[in-house]
Structures are given as C-alpha cells and as structure tokens.
C-alpha cells in the first residue's frame, strides 16, 4: 500500500471555526490531491498541488485554502467550516514518469468530517 | 465537462458467476483510465491503470478493456467470490484531474 496517512481520521466541528486536514505522504510523489466524497456527488476535486509552494483549484475549491510546504504534506483548510462541509475528504497522491503507469493516483483512509 | 457513467449501479450475483461492470464517459481526450474498489467506510483501492494507448490491462482474475474512441471500459472479475462485494468505481484523468463515475455496488451472494 502507498504509504499515506491524513489526520485526524474523525472530527466533529461547530459552524465557523477553523479545520485543518493533514495528509502526509512517504514516497516522495509530486503530485498531490484533495478530493470529497458526498452521496449523490460522488468524488469531486477541491485543490491539487505540482510540487511545494505550487498549488491550482479543483472543481469545489471555494470555501477551501490549501498549502504545501514540504513534498510530503498537504494540507486542507476550511477557514470558516459550514455545513455544506460535513463530508468524507481524501487525499490522494501520484507521480508522473516517462515510463510506466502515467498519474497512477494512490488514496488515503479519509478523514470523516462533520459540521453541526 | 468530463461525464463518467457507471451501469448498473447496482448488481447481485451468486459466487462463481462471472462480474461485467461497465463505465462510459464523454470526453475521450483522456490520458488514462482507472478502476478503483471501495469497501464501505474505508477509502480507494487501485485495481488497475489503463494507459490511453493500451487497449486492455490484466491483474489476477481482473481484466479491463478501453475503447477510447467509443468512450468506453469494461471491467471484467472472474470467479466472483464474496470478498469481492465492493463499490467498483472508474475514473478518467485529463485536464489535470481525474472525474469520477458514481459506482456499481456489487454484491456477491455466498
């Protein structure tokens, strides 16, 4: 398995505080990935990050701030959580090669999120 | 706007029958297809990577098809067994991201 752990694995936070999620990463891929997973919605890109310091929006990135100041974390900020935000966050993670699998992408356990 | 279309989104089958799980999607300009296994409460599993250029991937008793032009994969399991009961999910990757289809929960009766 890729080894990639995200924290916390649970949380239960009330409407407008501050969230932070974490996914660390130990096989030195460049590219990384936040992705939520609702019923109905399926999986949807927040943010994705090429490198450190270099990030660029998904498809539902309003409402979330990303930063990645080392290869191996990436960090997830809902700056002021609703409840819209009450969901399951992945991260994922992937490498590009001239040979092989191209942008195979390897998932982390979740991160289940609530917002009362 | 890539749309990725999974059918059935449900199936049942006793063990040993043979799984088809079909995923379309619209735009073909993609750079690869994935399939992935979810176990409820858990998080993505890769089961195989279909490059554009391949026309088929084999792991085990899993074995993919791409037809690019047709906007279309088929994932085929041999021999289902119940530990293969899982949400089966597709995804294609282009535009710098991967879209994803919505599922087909398999269920394989004992």
């Known amino acids: 398995d890729a080894g990639i752990t995200q924290s916390p694995r649970h949380k239960v936070t009330e409407t407008g505080t501050p969230v932070t999620l974490r996914c660390h990463q130990t096989e030195n891929h460049r590219y990384m990935y936040w992705y939520r997973q609702d019923p109905g919605h399926g999986l949807r890109l927040i943010h994705y990050s090429y490198g450190v310091k270099d990030t660029d929006k998904g498809e539902v990135s309003d409402g979330y701030s990303v930063s990645r100041s080392k290869t191996e974390d990436f960090l997830l900020t809902l700056e002021s959580a609703t409840s819209s935000q009450t969901s399951v966050y992945f991260c994922a993670i992937s490498e590009s090669r001239s040979a092989g699998p191209y942008n195979e992408q390897f998932f982390g356990p979740g991160t289940r999120l609530t917002v009362l | 706007k890539q749309e990725v279309t999974q059918i059935p989104a449900a199936l049942s089958v006793p063990e040993g029958e043979n799984l088809v799980l079909n995923c379309s999607f619209t735009d073909s300009a993609i750079y690869n297809l994935q399939w992935f296994r979810q176990d409820p409460g858990k998080g993505l599993t890769s089961l195989l990577l279909i490059q554009s250029s391949q026309r088929e991937q084999t792991s085990g008793r899993l074995n993919a098809s791409l037809d690019k032009s047709s906007g279309r994969s088929t994932l085929y399991i041999a021999a289902s067994q119940p530990g293969d009961s899982a949400t089966y999910l597709c995804?294609?990757?282009?535009?710098?991201?991967?879209?994803f289809g919505a599922g087909t929960t398999v269920t394989v009766r004992a």
């Open positions: 995804a294609v990757f282009n535009d710098y991201k991967l879209s």
